[in-house]
């Protein structure tokens, strides 16, 4: 890159914002900002710079100069945030967009975070609960998420928290219960699933020797876990799912838990974040309040 004039702030924003959301009309809705405001400020940025930061083909991409001033950016903009905290008053403030998986989002950070508000009345939290959370992430669109998949991704700082236990339960009033004794009379249950090949089942069949693993008949697809809970507490069939999420159902007798014995193969939650933000004393407050609570209290190790 040729520097022909000082770079501007506001235009290194715009082009943070349009490579993070890899869209003019997203950069701009974060900015408040229309999308020609974006692609002026692009243009005349790379005026400045003398070379071209993106190209406009279908989908928006760095040029490998962009690359290079996107992670100057990502410093620079994490660091004076920092020094904005430093010379705030009052303690951490500001806001983080956390993200999480539905099930595990609802029934458990939800119901866990007012602790953390309350003791820290400077900071904002914003939630979105959802299944993709790496894209996000990425994007700069949540600031910290929790999840069960495994992101093994540069520049994202990975904090393992629990493994979640997962169990086999039935309606307590329901056929299923009463029959299942051993892992092959599932085969003749009618199991509930998020798909309709069973592949949800597959974390089961892999505890089990191949000799052992039964035949999955009947599949009633249900493409949410509590649709899933709701519909084993009605009868309709057999569940899998994660114990944090169906501890309710179980201590009120709704479900009762089907072969005990066997421990399904189980995910790994962790929290990840963006390693330029890490530092922040909003994010790292966050984080050290999530590692203080206990798994075992919402049925994880």
């Known amino acids: 890159?040729?520097?022909?004039?000082?770079?501007?702030?506001?235009?290194?924003?715009?082009?943070?914002?349009?490579?993070?959301?890899?869209?003019?009309?997203?950069?701009?809705?974060?900015?408040?900002?229309?999308?020609?405001?974006?692609?002026?400020?692009?243009?005349?940025?790379?005026?400045?710079?003398?070379?071209?930061?993106?190209?406009?083909?279908?989908?928006?991409?760095?040029?490998?100069?962009?690359?290079?001033?996107?992670?100057?950016?990502?410093?620079?903009?994490?660091?004076?945030?920092?020094?904005a905290e430093d010379l705030g008053q009052g303690g951490a403030g500001g806001r983080i967009r956390v993200g999480a998986t539905v099930e595990f989002g609802s029934s458990i950070l939800l119901r866990h975070i007012q602790p953390f508000l309350a003791a820290n009345p400077g900071i904002e939290l914003d939630f979105t609960l959802s299944h993709d959370l790496l894209g996000p992430l990425l994007r700069g669109d949540l600031d910290l998420a929790v999840d069960c998949q495994d992101h093994l991704v540069p520049g994202l700082l990975k904090i393992?928290?629990?493994?979640?236990?997962?169990?086999?339960?039935?309606?307590?009033?329901?056929?299923?219960?009463?029959?299942?004794?051993?892992?092959?009379?599932?085969?003749?249950?009618?199991?509930?699933?998020?798909?309709?090949?069973?592949?949800?089942?597959?974390?089961?069949?892999?505890?089990?020797?191949?000799?052992?693993?039964?035949?999955?008949?009947?599949?009633?697809?249900?493409?949410?876990?509590?649709?899933?809970?709701?519909?084993?507490?009605?009868?309709?069939?057999?569940?899998?799912?994660?114990?944090?999420?169906?501890?309710?159902?179980?201590?009120r007798g709704e479900l009762v838990v089907l072969l005990p014995g066997i421990r399904p193969v189980e995910d790994r939650f962790c929290i990840y974040q963006r390693k330029s933000r890490a530092g922040l004393a909003r994010h790292r407050l966050l984080t050290a309040y999530l590692e203080t609570l206990s798994p075992a209290e919402f049925g994880g190790q």
């Open 160 to 251: 393992p928290w629990f493994r979640e236990v997962y169990v086999v339960a039935a309606g307590a009033e329901s056929a299923g219960a009463a029959r299942v004794r051993r892992p092959g009379d599932l085969s003749g249950c009618s199991l509930l699933s998020l798909d309709k090949a069973g592949a949800w089942w597959r974390r089961f069949l892999l505890a089990l020797p191949e000799d052992q693993r039964p035949e999955f008949r009947r599949i009633i697809e249900v493409d949410h876990v509590r649709g899933m809970i709701n519909a084993a507490v009605a009868g309709m069939g057999v569940l899998l799912a994660p114990l944090y999420s169906v501890q309710e159902e179980l201590r």
């Open 1 to 83: 890159m040729v520097m022909t004039s000082p770079l501007d702030l506001y235009q290194l924003r715009a082009f943070f914002a349009l490579a993070q959301t890899g869209s003019f009309t997203r950069a701009g809705a974060r900015l408040n900002l229309t999308q020609s405001a974006i692609s002026h400020s692009l243009s005349k940025l790379e005026g400045s710079v003398g070379t071209v930061l993106m190209e406009r083909r279908r989908d928006l991409r760095l040029t490998g100069d962009g690359r290079r001033l996107f992670q100057a950016c990502e410093q620079v903009f994490a660091t004076l945030e920092a020094a």
